[in-house]
C-alpha cells in the first residue's frame, strides 16, 4: 500500500467524494487525483490539510507502512522527515535514559551491598555494661567495689551486718550500648525519680547484636546490581529499531 491508496482509502471510508475532499483542502480535483495515484508527493501544507480533511494523524500513517518505504518515499516530504528526526532524537534520550538509570542501579548497589556487609553504618557489635545497684546521695561512685575496704578496721559482727546491708541492695542492671564508654561512667538511676540517686555501669565484655538492617543492605544490594546488570544486557532488544 502507498500512501495515495491508504488516504484514498479511508476518504471512501467517510463517503466522500474526490471533488468533495479536493475543495476541503483548497487544491483542485485534477492535483487530489494525481496524489491519490501517486503521480506526485504532497508538501508539507497540502498532507496537513489532507490529513485534517480525513481526521487521521502523521503518527497513524507512518504506522501504516513499512519502514523501507518511510525512508525511501514518505521522508521526502519534510514535515515527515521533522517527524522522523524527532522520533529518533526522542529514541536516542530514552536510550541514554535507560542506560545512565542502569548504570546508577549498578553504582549504587557496590556501596549498600559493601554498607550491610562490613556493618559500617550499623554496627553489630555493642558494649554490656552492668551496675550492681543503686547509689544513695553523697556516695562514692565505686562505692559498691570498694565498701569492704572501707570497713577493714571494724569488727567481724560490723562486717557481717554491713555485708547484709549491701546484699540488700545490690540491684543489678544491664546497658547494651553501640559505642564504648570506657571502664565505667555513672548517671542517674533510671528507675529513681531523685536524680541524686546514680548508677555506676563497669564494662564486662562485648557483646554481637544482630541487626537486620545489615541483611536488608545486602539484600537491596545485589537486588539492585542484578538489575541493572540484566537492565544493561537487554538494552538493545528493548531499544531496536
Known sequence: MTLGELL???????DRSQAELAEQMGIEQSYLSKL???????STEI?????????????FVIAQFDPSYVQGRLRQIPI???????????????RRSWLVTCSLLVALSVPLFY??????????????????GILLPGENPNYFDNWHNM???DSADERMEMRKRMAERENPHTLILPENRGRQFTIPAQEATDP??????YISGNVEQVRPINGILQALGLFL?????????????????
Open 225 to 241: 546490581f542484578v538489575g541493572g546488570i540484566i537492565g544493561i544486557a537487554i538494552e538493545r532488544r528493548f531499544f531496536a529499531k
Open 151 to 153: 570497713y577493714v578496721n
Open 115 to 132: 554498607l550491610g556487609y562490613t556493618k559500617l553504618l550499623f554496627p553489630e557489635q555493642a558494649y554490656q555494661y552492668i551496675s550492681p
Open 47 to 59: 498532507l496537513n490539510a489532507w490529513l485534517g480533511a480525513l481526521d487521521i494523524t502523521l503518527e
Open 196 to 201: 541524686d540517686f546514680l548508677r555506676t555501669y
Open 36 to 42: 491519490e495515484s501517486d503521480r506526485s508527493l504532497p
Open 8 to 14: 484514498k482509502e479511508k476518504r471512501v471510508e467517510l
Open 80 to 94: 515527515v522527515d521533522a517527524y522522523l528526526r524527532e522520533q529518533t532524537s526522542s529514541h536516542h534520550r530514552h
